[in-house]
């Protein structure tokens, strides 16, 4: 989960996979994330 740091913008992904195809899984979840707009929401939180 991706969120703003107020919380009220918010970008979710949840999958399962066996533990061997960890590599997988997480490029899936991050690319499920990307297409939710989560870059937006990390570049709109203050470093």
Known sequence: MVFSRE?????????WDS????PELGAYVAATLARKGARAIIDGIPH
């Open 7 to 15: 919380g009220g913008t918010f970008a979710y992904a949840h999958e």
């Open 19 to 22: 533990p061997d195809r960890a």
